[in-house]
Nanobody, 127 residues
Framework: QVQLVESGGGLVQPGGSLTLSCAAS????????IGWFRRAPEEAREGLAC????????LYQDSVKGRFTISRDNAKDTVYLQMNSLQPEDTAVYYC????????????????????WGQGTQVTVSS
C-alpha cells in the first residue's frame, strides 16, 4: 500500500500563494494517480485535482481551474499542488490520496476510488 505524507501548509494572506507537497512511499507508483482533496470545517470533502504518475494526465475541479496546478516529480515520488490567488474560502485541511489505475490515463476526483490517504496539512488564508 502507498504511504503518503503532505507538507507545505500554513498561514497565507488573501491573494497569496502556497505550494503543497505529497511524498509517496511503499510501492512503485507506475499504476497510480495522486489526487488532492480538502475539507473545510463543517463541509464535505472536496476533490481538487488529480494527476497520473505515469503519463501526466490531469483532472481539475472546475472551481480551481486556472488557480491551482498539480504536478509531479517522478524522481522524488512527490506530487505538488501549486495554489495561487488564495482566498479565505480556501481555508481547509488539504489531503493527498492514491488512486489505483486500470489504465495509465485514468484520473478521477471520486473519493471512494482512492485507497490510501495522507494525514493532511492545514491551510489557513487570513489577513
Amino acid at each position: 500500500q502507498v504511504q503518503l505524507v503532505e507538507s507545505g501548509g500554513g498561514l497565507v494572506q488573501p491573494g497569496g500563494s502556497l505550494t503543497l507537497s505529497c511524498a509517496a512511499s511503499g510501492e512503485p507508483l507506475d499504476y497510480y494517480a495522486i489526487g488532492w482533496f480538502r475539507r473545510a470545517p463543517e463541509e464535505a470533502r472536496e476533490g481538487l485535482a488529480c494527476i497520473s504518475i505515469s503519463d501526466g494526465s490531469t483532472l481539475y475541479q472546475d472551481s480551481v481551474k486556472g488557480r491551482f496546478t498539480i504536478s509531479r516529480d517522478n524522481a522524488k515520488d512527490t506530487v505538488y499542488l501549486q495554489m495561487n490567488s488564495l482566498q479565505p474560502e480556501d481555508t481547509a485541511v488539504y489531503y493527498c490520496a492514491s488512486l489505483p489505475q486500470y489504465r495509465k490515463d485514468y484520473v478521477s476526483l471520486w473519493p471512494d476510488a482512492y485507497d490510501s490517504w495522507g494525514q493532511g496539512t492545514q491551510v489557513t488564508v487570513s489577513s
